[in-house]
């Protein structure tokens, strides 16, 4: 069984700073696009950071310059680090990973259980 575990959230005032975490666990052969997404009460899930298939990274313009996707291969983990926060990225992040169990199996996606982010004004 694989699964993403998110890690990290929690409460923060403004212009604070917080570090999520995702490990993958379980049988993985190999890990594709892995990175983070966002949800805030009433609407849409929503793209933050990702490492794109080939490795290179993707922001969402709103967070560019202060949020900082990052990642550990050898532990199948990404991280996010989130500075200068403002109450408007309240929300529970979510992550997200093509992942491969098997050579030759297929590449499957999936989501972490997701962890709150509150910030406060």
């Known amino acids: 069984q694989v699964q993403l575990v998110e890690s990290g959230g929690g409460l923060v005032q403004a212009g604070g700073s917080l570090r999520l975490s995702c490990a993958a666990s379980?049988?993985?052969?190999?890990?594709?696009?892995m990175g983070w997404y966002r949800q805030a009460p009433g609407k849409q899930r929503e793209l933050v950071a990702t490492f794109t298939s080939r490795g290179s990274t993707n922001y969402a313009e709103s967070v560019r310059g202060r949020f900082t996707i990052s990642r550990d291969n050898a532990k199948n983990t990404v991280y996010l680090q989130m500075n200068s926060l403002k109450p408007e990225v309240t929300a529970v992040y979510y992550c997200n990973a093509d992942l491969k169990r098997t050579s030759g199996g297929y590449w499957f996606n999936y989501w972490g259980q997701g962890t709150q982010v509150t910030v406060s004004s």
């Open positions: 379980g049988s993985i052969f190999g890990i594709n696009a």
